[in-house]
């Protein structure tokens, strides 16, 4: 019994041995394909990046400003940089209209009225100020850029290490996007960010080649018009 007992134990062993050897293969390749598409989509996009509105000298659509996270109706402190850094390229007649793209999934959390409040408060015109209420990812607010406001050729306003994806995703979507980063600050938890950004790119890599609709489409509202018809 005792020799059948060890003989057990030991198929069981070589059974787990060769599942982690699986397990370790399938975590190298995983890796190697996640360093080998974030670099792909970082190279690709980066001439696209603009570091000072003085290096602009052309106009666009729109300034789109992606949304982030707010608490007790203030921006985040990312938030708040992002449209810091729109509402400047407004002033620096970039382009007349603001295109602020967030989530309002819930009527207790609302990302885009803060953010257009923000940046009305700071004397831009509500109707230069579009809100984009189902930016519910960054694919979803291209998309919905593109088809719901018809804009062609945007700035993209976000911190720089999301900016890459951002322009990735409006390149295969058709959309002549440019890119200016608002990192004013260090930001608390970046490195796990960062993380997260990086598989991030992996799945809009391929939502991109799909280009799969997103949660909500709806009537067009053209950047070119009013944007208090997106006032809620």
Known sequence: MRIKSMSVISKLLLWIQKLFKFALIFVIIFAIIVLLINFYMKTSVKKRIYYSSDDFDFNTDCILVLGAGVRNDRPSNMLEDRLIQGIE???Y???DRLLMSGDHGRKDYDEVNVMKKFATDRGIPSEHVF????GFSTY??????RDIFEAK???IVTQEYHLYRALYIADKLGIEAYGVPSDRRVYYGQKYREIREA???VKDFFFVIFQPEPTYLGETIPISGNGDLTND
Do not use: P, V
């Open 199 to 201: 598989i991030a790119r």
């Open 93 to 95: 007649e970039i382009s």
């Open 140 to 145: 979803e607010s291209l998309y919905r850029a």
């Open 89 to 91: 390229l407004y002033e």
């Open 153 to 155: 050729k945007i700035i």
């Open 131 to 134: 809100m984009d209420h189902a």
